[in-house]
């Protein structure tokens, strides 16, 4: 089964930061990475998908770059409603598999 | 629009049997791969498996394998999580969301479970 490791676990950022979470996979892979934002007391919601593709409506502040066996979230300017729990999910092999999440905060 | 709908949050007991549900709206519900995802309180997410209801070919993850049955009414639009007899380290909130390819693009807006004596 593929694991995926995040890091950071946890992020405390200035508004208007650019911020960027990594996803490592223990095995490589490409265009079968998704990453989720979730916050509290919501279900998850998919901000990027096949890697780098950008669901629409999702602010373009957020991207996706990566491949093989490392990924990376980045926010280019943080704004207050991106505090959340953001994590990344495979889809190479079964099981899918999440990452163990990244907390962000606001400095 | 593309809605998933979850049945209600439940309090079983240990032991007892469970099914909780995931009706969607807005699409062809037959073909599209249909996921559940557990979060226990204060946790991450873990990917359950996915099921097909077209055929309702199923793919568990071998943590949740013979834990629980994913299983589907194409008729009513309707998949469905199931528990024969429900443990503590069941309590969890579940989501239910669409798999198109590969990626969770809607969900629903989960089913909390309690597992207590």
Sequence with gaps: AIQLT??????????GDRVTISCRASQ???NDLAWYQQKPGQP???????????????PSRFSGSGSGTDFTLTIS??????????????????????GQGTKLEIK | EVQLVQSGPEVKKPGESLKISCKGSGYSFSNYWIGWVRQMPGKGLEWMGIIYPADSNAKYSPSFQGQVTMSVDKSMSTAYLQWSRVKASDTAMYYCARNPTGAFDVWGRGTMVTVSS
């Design chain 1, 6 to 15: 995040q890091s950071p676990s946890s992020l405390s950022a200035s508004m």
């Design chain 1, 77 to 98: 300017s943080l704004q207050p409603e991106d505090v959340a729990t953001y994590y990344c999910q495979q889809s190479k092999n079964y099981p899918y598999s999440f």
């Design chain 1, 28 to 30: 490589a892979f490409s």
């Design chain 1, 44 to 58: 998850p919601k998919l901000l990027i998908y096949d890697d780098s593709s950008l669901v629409s409506g999702v």
